[in-house]
C-alpha cells in the first residue's frame, strides 16, 4: 500500500515565500507614499477653505461698508473679523475667525498650527500630526491684502509634507 503525501513539500513552501516577498517588495513602496500624498490633499483643502474664507469676509465687509485699511466685519453669528481693506487680516482675530466662524473654538481635532502674521509677513497654517511637531514645510500661507482691491495671496507649500 502506498502512503499519501500528508503536506506541502518544502520547495512549495520556499515558492510561497518567495512570491510573497515579490508582492510586498512591489506593494510597501506604494502604501508608503499614500500617507505623503494625503498629507499634501489636506493642506491643499485648507489652502482653498482659507481662500474661500478670505473671499466670503471679503464680499460680507463690502455690504457692511468695511473697506478701510483697518476695520471690523461682523460674520452671521455673530462672530468679529478683523479686516485689512475688506479681507480677514493675518492675526488669529482674522484670517482664523473667518475659518471657524464660531464664538467658540471647535472641539474637533485642527491638525494645523497657526503662526500669526502681520501686515508685512504672512500667516502661517502648518501641518501638524496627532501628537506631532509642525512640518514648516507643509504649510498654507496667507499674506493679507496691502491695498484697496488687492487681494490677499494664499499659497501652500507641501515639499515637506
Do not use: W
Not at 516577498?21 to 477653505?49: C, E, Y
Not at 514648516?136 to 493679507?144: K, N
Request: a negative charge.
Amino acid at each position: 500500500m502506498k502512503r499519501q503525501q500528508a503536506g506541502f513539500t518544502l520547495i512549495e513552501l520556499v515558492v510561497v515565500i518567495i512570491i510573497l516577498g515579490i508582492l510586498a517588495a512591489v506593494a510597501l513602496p506604494k502604501f508608503m507614499g499614500l500617507s505623503t500624498d494625503a498629507r499634501i490633499s489636506v493642506v491643499n483643502g485648507m489652502n482653498g477653505s482659507v481662500a474661500e474664507a478670505g473671499d466670503m469676509v471679503h464680499a460680507l465687509a463690502e455690504v457692511q461698508g468695511v473697506t478701510a485699511a483697518t476695520g471690523t466685519a461682523t460674520l452671521p453669528g455673530g462672530t468679529s473679523v478683523t479686516t485689512a481693506y475688506a479681507y480677514p487680516d493675518a492675526a488669529a482675530t482674522g484670517i482664523v475667525n473667518a475659518l471657524q466662524d464660531a464664538s467658540t473654538t471647535p472641539t474637533q481635532s485642527f491638525p494645523f498650527t497657526f503662526v500669526a502674521g502681520t501686515s508685512t509677513t504672512p500667516a502661517l497654517f502648518e501641518y501638524t500630526a496627532p501628537g506631532g511637531t509642525p512640518n514648516t514645510g507643509c504649510e498654507v500661507s496667507y499674506a493679507q491684502s496691502t491695498g484697496a482691491g488687492k487681494a490677499p495671496v494664499v499659497g501652500a507649500t507641501t515639499s515637506g509634507c
